[in-house]
């Protein structure tokens, strides 16, 4: 989402496959760190909750 580089340490925005958008640093990601609201939803516990805003596997 960004148009300018700085440094890997700069917070900049991203955006997951699922729409979400989020800010972090470069150096984040390439670490691994990734969207955390998808983080959130693939831990979560509730049947409700991920039938709604995870993909349904085939």
């Known amino acids: ?8 340490n700069d917070k900049v925005g ?15 990601v390439k670490d691994g760190t990734w969207c955390p609201e998808c ?5 979560c516990r509730s049947d409700k909750t991920r039938k709604k805003y995870l993909p349904q596997k085939k």
């Open 1 to 8: 989402m960004a148009t300018v580089y700085t440094t890997a």
């Open 14 to 28: 991203w955006l997951c496959a699922r729409g979400h958008v989020w800010y972090t640093t470069a150096a984040h």
């Open 39 to 43: 983080v959130y939803l693939s831990l």
